[in-house]
Nanobody, 124 residues
Framework: QVQLVESGGGLVQAGGSLRLSCASS????????MGWFRQAPGKEREFVAS????????YYTDSVKVRFTISRDNARNTVSLQMNSLKPEDTAVYYC?????????????????WGQGTQVTVSS
């Protein structure tokens, strides 16, 4: 069983920044790609960013490119999402997820373990 615990969400004004973190309970963290997804009220869960097991490859949805940065620290079993220049449309519950493979993916169906989510609210 893998536990993923997100932290760092909160309320921020438009233009502000937040840093989300996700801690994994497994020592094999470095073998797996990780991703961030989000779900706004009344909308489907959508891909935000992903990173390969080594950290060499990253992917972003177009709406967050340049503004968000995904990174990982395999020594600490954590993956982070730095979010800058936040917009009201970024408001959502953000989830981290593990993919049972080294290569990153943009598809939610490729991920097997999910965190409980952390709320990000951006006020205008």
């Amino acid at each position: 069983q893998v536990q993923l615990v997100e932290s760092g969400g909160g309320l921020v004004q438009a233009g502000g920044s937040l840093r989300l973190s996700c801690a994994s309970s497994r020592r094999t963290f470095s073998s797996y790609a990780m991703g961030w997804f989000r779900q706004a009220p009344g909308k489907e869960r959508e891909f935000v960013a992903s990173i390969s097991s080594t950290g060499r490859s990253t992917y972003y949805t177009d709406s967050v490119k340049v503004r968000f940065t995904i990174s990982r620290d395999n020594a600490r079993n954590t993956v982070s999402l730095q979010m800058n220049s936040l917009k009201p449309e970024d408001t959502a519950v953000y989830y981290c997820a593990r993919r049972p493979a080294g290569e990153a993916s943009t598809h939610a169906g490729d991920y097997d373990y999910w965190g409980q989510g952390t709320q990000v609210t951006v006020s205008s």
